[in-house]
């Protein structure tokens, strides 16, 4: 499966943005999907995750209550609406797809595909 992600941006602290991370090639409700980010210097940080049919969700302790991950299996779509965003939350924002696992899981390494990243820069 191909993903694209995108929505990225500059917005200011307490502000928002709506990532989406479009996909293609594969049946997208066989996948679980995942937003990770990474900031400059840092690791890969698990975001948030969705599963396939959209009725499970897991979250970053970080982004509990500001963020919500949804996905909309018709339109082959997931998305991130990132509200009260702060400036650590600026990074690269990527999605990813895990066609292996039943549960969610919060390991990049446990994701087959990723898209590319879309940058989020959040002002003070």
């Known amino acids: 499966v191909q993903l694209q992600a995108s929505g990225g941006g500059l917005v200011r602290a307490g502000g928002y943005l709506r990532l989406s991370c479009a996909a293609s090639?594969?049946?997208?409700?066989?996948?679980?999907m995942g937003w990770f980010r990474q900031a400059p210097g840092n690791e890969r940080e698990f975001v948030a995750a969705i599963s396939r049919g959209g009725g499970s969700t897991d979250y970053a302790d970080s982004v509990k209550g500001r963020f919500t991950i949804s996905r909309d299996n018709a339109k082959n779509t997931v998305y991130l609406q990132m509200n009260s965003l702060k400036p650590e939350d600026t990074a690269v924002y990527s999605c990813?797809?895990?066609?292996?696992?039943?549960?969610?899981?919060?390991?990049?390494?446990?994701?087959?595909?990723w898209g590319q990243g879309t940058l989020v820069t959040v002002s003070s």
């Open positions: 090639g594969r049946t997208f409700s066989n996948y679980n």
């Open positions: 990813a797809a895990d066609y292996t696992r039943v549960a969610l899981t919060k390991t990049p390494a446990n994701y087959d595909y």
